[in-house]
């Protein structure tokens, strides 16, 4: 690896969505820590063509493989299966779900191939990829099914002073809570714990509990005394700096601690996204591959205005860097 220049991978999402617009306005705006990569692009140039244009932004094809946006040259690669003349900016479609998710893998396949040191991809539309007929339920999975391996990917989401972990995700709360298992709390305090060891010497975390004040003793539900607290207990004994399960609603205000564990989506990504609704991250974490997307969606209905607020995708970029460099040392 090239450890003053990571190789970044940037899929740009749903061509549809501001996916492709935030990507050009991140490297346009020519900030010291996008200079500190060799970024990659992947998607359809006639989406990437729509977007500066509507965003106003100096873009130039110089090859096959390579761009220019605003005097900055960029490697660059298109999917063999190109995007139809017709497509349409702001539309949820077939088309677009179909190339978000070819771009997604291209990336991932050459980070697995060893071509990228990291991936900061733009976000995708669920709806239109499952459209295309393809199951899927976000980045997380789409990497863990690549990967292969034995555990799970998590998501972490990272915003203002948070950092918050998921035991379960993307399915509806009623499964959540049946797939919560001694085991898949365990997986995750030391996903966490493994990611965060890098960063810190012993870094400190808190384990959310499922019911209302984490249960209170049991009578409000006895799945934080039988799943959660046994799986606490044994990161514990395996000399992890762990305390819970906590009452949610007296933790995420609290600055001293590296990570939280969220048992389903809405009790991580709520708190996250109302202290940094413009800013916040969310990195795939468990595996070898370095893989991170923004925090909010595809917003299709400013999509194609060249409105699009690009900070998250701003600093997700700088966070990729960032951990490229710390894993280079490693």
Request: proline share 5%; charged share 15%.
């Amino acid at each position: 690896m090239n450890q003053l220049n990571p190789k970044i991978a940037l899929p740009i999402g749903d061509p549809s969505g501001i996916g492709p617009e935030i990507v050009l306005k991140t490297l346009a705006d020519k900030s010291p820590n996008t200079a500190q990569a060799n970024c990659t692009l992947i998607g359809d140039w006639i989406a990437l063509e729509a977007h500066a244009r509507a965003a106003k932004i100096d873009l130039k094809r110089l090859s096959s493989s390579h761009i220019m946006i605003t005097g900055s040259i960029y490697e660059y690669v298109e999917p063999s299966t190109k995007l139809n003349e017709s497509f349409i900016i702001g539309n949820t479609t077939p088309d677009c779900g179909r190339a978000c998710f070819q771009y997604a893998k291209i990336a991932i396949s050459g980070a697995i191939a060893g071509k990228f040191e990291g991936i900061a991809a733009a976000p995708h539309t669920e709806l239109s990829i499952n459209q295309a007929g393809i199951k899927f339920s976000g980045y997380p999975n789409l990497l863990a099914s690549m990967i292969g391996g034995e555990h799970p990917i998590s998501l972490l989401m990272i915003g203002g002073h948070l950092a918050v972990i998921h035991v379960t995700l993307h399915q509806s709360l009623a499964s959540a809570i049946k797939a919560i298992t001694i085991d898949r709390v365990l997986q995750t305090i030391r996903t966490a714990f493994q990611f965060f060891k890098t960063l810190e010497n012993d870094p400190k975390i808190a384990v959310c509990g499922l019911n209302p004040h984490a249960g209170e003793d049991g009578l409000f539900g006895n799945e934080d005394i039988d799943l959660i607290l046994p799986a606490i207990q044994r990161a514990c004994s395996e000399n992890m700096n762990v305390l819970g399960p906590v009452s949610p609603d007296s933790t995420f205000h609290r600055t001293d601690l590296d990570c939280i564990v969220a048992m389903y989506h809405d009790q991580g990504h709520i708190p996250v996204k109302t202290i940094a609704p413009r800013t916040s991250i969310a990195l795939s974490i468990g595996s070898n591959i370095l893989f991170g997307t923004v925090a909010h969606g595809s917003a299709l209905d400013i999509s194609g205005q060249g409105q699009a607020d690009h900070s998250a995708f701003d600093r997700l970029l700088t966070e990729i860097i960032t951990k490229s460099h710390l894993n280079s040392h490693q």
